[in-house]
Structure formats: C-alpha cells, structure tokens
C-alpha cells in the first residue's frame, strides 16, 4: 500500500545538507508509488525548493520567515508541527543530525508517536518499513517495524545514498506561513561564532582523517589538515585529543561526540578506545596509523601502520598528491 511521505529538510548556512537528499532516496523507497513530500524553512527556503524536486521530492512546502535562518528548538518545533498537522503523512524522515536529534523527540512526544532513531537502513518489506539501527555502541543490528499509526525516524549521514539529480523532475511549491508568536521563543540567536575553519562538515565528510593523544599537541593536527586537504576530506579527534586542550570539542568522534560513517578514515595516533570505536566503527574502509603493534584500533582497522604518524602521514599526502595529480 502506498504511503505519504514527509522530509523534513535539514539547512545549514543557506544550503541544504546532504542528509536531506538521503531521506528523499529513502522516503521514495518507501512511499511505493504514494507522495513525497519536503519541508524547507528560512528566508532562503523558495530557493531551495528546486533541489529537492530534483532529487525526488513530488512536493515541496516552503515556510518563510528569518527568525527560522538559524536554529532554535521553539521555532522549529512550531513549524514542523503545523506542516506536520497540514501534510497529515504516514511516515516522517529527517536527519539524525544536530537539529534532528533535538526538535525529533520533542515532536514525537508532542504528537504521541514513537520515534526510531539513528537508523542505517531502511527497507520496505511485505508492505511494512523496516529500519535497521546499531544498538551496544554499534557491536550489533536491530531491525525494527512499527506496527501501526504514523511512523517517524532519524537517518544517520552517508548511509542511505542519495539519488542522482534527475533536472528533468520538478517538485510543486506551496508556500506555507506559521504564526510563531515572539514571546513563544525562549532563546533568540544574535550572532553565530565559528570554532572550526570552515571546510567540509564532518558529520557529512566522505573521508576523515582523524587525531589522538599521539599527535601531541595542537601543531600535531596539521599534517593531519593537510592530508585531508588533498583528499578533500575533514579533521576528527578522539576525546582524548580534544581532553588534552589539542583542538576543539567540535571535532570529537566518539560516544560523547559525532557518530561518523565515511568512506575512508584514517586513525592517527589512536589507541581505539571502545567509546571512540563506537562513532566511527562503521566507516566504510578504516586506516590505523600507531606506534604501539597492539594497539585496540587495530582490530577494526582494514589497513594497519605501525608507525610514528609524523613519518607515515607526510609520505601519505606525498603520495595522494602524485596519484591525484596523474588523474
């Protein structure tokens, strides 16, 4: 039976992120023949619109407004509630990012629904949507089907490939304004303050080169920044390295930090604590660079280096520079 879809729309900074384009490649998946339906929000949400048609939305609903350019809980929630209550859908998907892990919850309390988080999979099966998720800090798979009433699920990032941009599609636009009363609003963003260089997001990253204790130090990290520079990739961290005051909290991968699924990363320096393995476990090829042979990271590593990351790092971006300058 076919099914109306909802995706809520994750932006940053003006753009879509990658994830949204995943829950489209998901929500069609699933929709079997029924509505996809995307929200986007912001000043900047019309202009978004035609991406989202592209990548197989059959419909798109835009909720203008500048007080929804940045994030907030109140906002947000407000607004993804009417247009939940207006599209009435059967099934609801969003990033398992920042703001999906905050307003999800929030709305599947509010709406008395259940809520299936982080999921890497989803499948429709004998009519019935049937989500895969890590569970024990990503030793083992679960695969879970809500029975009935509507279902609501965040997607874990570069899990669920997105579709390619088919030009031909387009989506209808329906503009729909939310009355956000401004004493609803208990926090207001003034002025944003990056941490971070700006660069590829790391949550979305497709290769990640990351740091530990071993690198030692702040200056230790940039090797690591020009590694990833060549591979077009980001910088990661375990928490130690973020611990030790050797960079910012923002680029922890781990339990207490950023669950990643990259194409390739490379762990420098490393030891592989359980709590890190358990946000990076599940990336697609994974490099271990360490002096010590028994090191923890090297049990899920596909490719091991025993070695000082300050000698093995450098010859590695040597030798991408000259593979992708051949290319």
Not at 116 to 131: A, E, H, R, Y
Request: hydrophobic residues 40%.
């Amino acid at each position: 039976m076919s099914k109306n879809v909802l995706v809520l729309a994750d932006v940053r900074d003006g753009e879509l992120r990658n994830v949204s384009f995943e829950c489209l490649a998901a929500a069609r998946r699933v929709a079997d023949g029924g509505m996809v339906t995307a929200v986007v929000l912001g000043s900047k949400a019309a202009g978004l619109a035609e991406p989202l048609g592209h990548h197989g939305a059959d419909k798109v609903i835009v909720v203008p407004g500048e007080h929804l350019d940045q994030y907030t809980t109140d906002a947000y929630f407000q607004a993804y509630k009417k247009v939940i209550e207006t599209v009435n859908p059967d099934v609801i998907f969003t990033g398992h990012t920042a703001v999906g892990r905050d307003v999800s919850p929030r709305l599947a309390a509010r709406l008395q629904i259940g809520l299936v988080s982080d999921c890497t999979d989803v499948q429709l099966t004998d009519g019935k949507v049937v989500f895969t998720r890590p569970i024990y800090a990503g030793k083992a798979f679960v695969k879970k089907v809500v029975k009935e009433g509507l279902i609501f699920a965040t997607l874990r990032p570069n899990n669920i490939p997105a579709d390619e941009s088919d030009t031909s599609r387009s989506a209808e636009v329906e503009e729909l304004h939310v009355e956000i009363p401004a004493d609803s609003l208990r926090t207001l963003v003034k002025d944003v303050v990056r941490k971070t260089a700006e660069g590829v997001d790391l949550s979305e990253a497709r290769v990640i080169i990351s740091g530990g204790r071993g690198v030692k130090s702040e200056d230790g990290f940039k090797p690591l920044q020009e590694l990833a520079n060549v591979l077009g990739g980001a910088v990661g961290a375990s928490r130690g390295a973020c611990d030790a005051g050797y960079c910012d909290y923002a680029l922890q991968i781990g339990q207490t930090g950023k669950v990643v699924t990259p194409d390739l990363y490379i762990a420098c320096g490393i030891s592989g604590a359980i709590q890190h393995l358990a946000g990076m476990s599940n990336s697609k090829v994974i490099v271990a660079i360490n002096k010590d042979p028994e090191a923890n990271i090297f049990t899920v590593a596909d490719y091991g280096i025993v070695g000082d990351l300050f000698d093995v790092v450098p010859l590695l971006t040597e030798e991408f520079k000259k593979v992708l300058a051949n290319k």
